[in-house]
Antibody, heavy 117, light 108 residues
Framework: QVQLVQSGAEVKKPGASVRVSCKASGYTFTSFYIHWVRQAPGQGLEWMGRINPDSGVTNYPQKFQGRVAVTRDTSISTAFLDLSRLRPDDTAVYYC??????????WGQGSLVTVSS | FMLTQPHSVSESPGKTITISCTRSSGSIANNYVQWYQQRPGSAPTTVIYEDNKRPSGVPDRFSGSIDGFNSASLTITGLKTEDEADYYCHSYDSGIWVFGGGTKLTVL
């Protein structure tokens, strides 16, 4: 069965960087885009970017360009989200999701990142 | 572009509700709309994809449509208490993906 398993919770100080991983199993990793979506406490969903695991090509919304990088390691079927220059308002649950055509059909369990001095 | 949803909707069990999702620019008909349900503490799950398709396991009480005011709608008939959740619309354009702000459905 398809699974996306994310790395655990992180606590970071303002200005630091964080890496969240998303390990895929149960399907051919290179056949489906992986997206990253975050959700601040009590807030809605916010799209952060995506990667084509086959080519490595990425797309980001303008808000995060320069501060977010999405990469992958096909040898371990894992996608990564790197977020730099962390601020307290980056505190959120970060999700990875698989895209089947236009639908985000499978999601990871979420990884809580807390940014606090 | 942005997708705008009502902040909250409430209705009684057995009734019907409709949640709207209005696109701010560009035609909503040009790119598929998805709807996700999210219960507290859980990841979102799809209830409608490609405007009006239901994944297996989603009851036919859930339906989606594209309307005439550059909007999409999610309709839930025969409301059940288990439908109480947050609902998000979702679409894309030119490689950029957008979520609506979410609608909190209360079934009381």
């Amino acid at each position: 069965q398809v699974q996306l398993v994310q790395s655990g919770a992180e606590v970071k100080k303002p200005g630091a960087s964080v890496r969240v991983s998303c390990k895929a199993s149960g399907y051919t990793f290179t056949s489906f885009y992986i997206h990253w979506v975050r959700q601040a406490p009590g807030q809605g969903l916010e799209w952060m970017g995506r990667i084509n695991p086959d080519s490595g090509v990425t797309n980001y919304p303008q808000k995060f360009q320069g501060r977010v990088a999405v990469t992958r390691d096909t040898s371990i079927s894992t996608a990564f989200l790197d977020l730099s220059r962390l601020r307290p308002d980056d505190t959120a649950v970060y999700y990875c999701a698989r895209e089947e055509y236009v639908n985000f059909d499978y999601w990871g369990q979420g990884s809580l990142v807390t940014v606090s001095s | 572009f942005m997708l705008t949803q009502p902040h909250s909707v409430s209705e009684s069990p057995g009734k019907t509700i409709t949640i709207s999702c209005t696109r701010s620019s560009g035609s909503i008909a040009n790119n598929y709309v998805q709807w996700y349900q999210q219960r507290p503490g859980s990841a979102p799950t799809t209830v409608i994809y490609e405007d009006n398709k239901r994944p297996s396991g989603v009851p036919d009480r859930f339906s989606g449509s594209i309307d005439g005011f550059n909007s999409a709608s999610l309709t839930i008939t025969g409301l059940k208490t288990e439908d109480e959740a947050d609902y998000y619309c979702h679409s894309y354009d030119s490689g950029i993906w957008v979520f609506g702000g979410g609608t909190k459905l209360t079934v009381l």
